[in-house]
């Protein structure tokens, strides 16, 4: 049973979208307004407003749904439903989806990195790049959630996507600390021949007027990258919340919130990212976890793998790699001097 289907709660998500919206549209037009370099102490301001925002909302949303599960009779009528612990179990599901969501976008930061520095975007461009892929990437994860919600009521597709997850994780295992060359990437070699391409960077224009003539820039190629770049995470990132939860609307904001504040993470830890190349292997473990859950997990706990155990091995695995990154490096540092 859907607790939240689309066809009751529509006008959740329009206003739910329309909040972001204006956030974003606050975020572009107030605060970055103009161009400039993101500092480390700004980046983590704002990235510890976003998690604050999603936390105030898990805390919201708790209450929204503990209100439905005890007044609605959608839920009232079903017998042995306790509408406190539902609640709790939707909030901690939201909290869950968005820690999954937030871990697996710093392989999306790592992805940035690359991109910037192959276009030659400087620092006081890339906020705006980033803004608009960012927004892109919104209404596409909206399309794949969507379509998610639809083709992960069969089974086998379930199993397909977990089986997916695994095969992801375990070839993230081995390619995991490898550099990337964008020069020989197939996205690249698309978009110069699909578009005419001017060579430099003009302020932060995406296009440019040339005799006539219509030329994208290299924030203009950098921008598309990260668009197509994020649809290829999006089919990880999206079967993978939708292994702890079968509620779209839980899906959708916790993938949203975390995608927001993902710029600010980018540059609060663009300067420190060599510093933990092991989380990589975190990152794989937990798909590889995920995607026990789908094809195999669930079955074994009636349909349903507690969720609070999924947190806590999410959790010991994303902190295992990062303790293990700060303490390698120390050992290394140490040992070379």
């Excluded at 975020?27 to 936390?55: C, N, P, Q, R, Y």
């Excluded at 030659?120 to 994860?141: E, S, T």
């Excluded at 302020?203 to 007027?209: A, E, L, S, Y």
């Excluded at 290829?232 to 839980?250: G, M, R």
Aim: proline share 2%; charged share 15%.
């Amino acid at each position: 049973m859907i607790l939240f289907p689309i066809s009751e709660y529509w006008w959740f998500y329009l206003g739910f979208t329309l909040f972001v919206l204006v956030v974003l549209a606050l975020d572009l037009g107030v605060f970055h307004k103009k161009a400039h370099e993101v500092s480390f102490k700004e980046a983590s301001i704002w990235t510890s407003i976003w998690v604050g925002l999603a936390l105030v909302f898990n805390w919201l949303f708790y209450l929204f749904a503990k209100y439905q599960f005890t007044t609605h009779d959608r839920y009232t009528s079903i017998e042995g439903f306790d509408p406190n612990g539902q609640a709790r179990a939707t909030a901690l599901e939201f909290l869950t989806g968005f820690v999954v969501e937030k871990s697996l976008a710093i392989d999306n930061v790592f992805i940035f990195a690359v991109v910037f520095s192959y276009f030659g975007v400087p620092k006081i461009f890339q906020h705006r790049v980033l803004f608009w892929g960012i927004l892109g990437a919104l209404a596409f994860r909206g399309v794949f959630i969507a379509m998610g919600s639809v083709l992960l009521q069969y089974h086998w597709v379930v199993v397909f996507f977990g089986v997916l997850l695994i095969l992801t994780g375990i070839k993230m295992f081995f390619v995991g600390t490898k550099s990337q060359n964008l020069e020989n990437s197939f996205i690249v070699r698309m978009l110069k021949k699909l578009f005419r391409i001017h060579p430099k960077i003009e302020g932060q224009k995406f296009f440019v007027r040339r005799h006539g003539l219509i030329y994208g820039t290299p924030l203009f190629l950098a921008l598309v990258f990260l668009e197509l770049s994020d649809i290829i995470f999006a089919v990880d990132s999206v079967p993978a919340i939708f292994s702890l939860t079968k509620e779209p609307l839980i899906v959708f904001t916790s993938n949203i919130f975390a995608m927001l504040g993902l710029r600010s993470m980018y540059f609060m830890l663009a300067g420190v990212m060599d510093k933990f190349v092991y989380i990589k292997f975190g990152l794989a473990a937990v798909l590889v976890f995920l995607g026990l859950k789908m094809v195999w997990l669930n079955e074994v706990f009636g349909g349903k793998f507690p969720i609070h155990w999924s947190l806590g091995i999410i959790a010991f695995l994303i902190g295992l790699s990062v303790i293990a990154s700060v303490v390698i490096n120390r050992f290394q540092g140490e040992r070379n001097r």
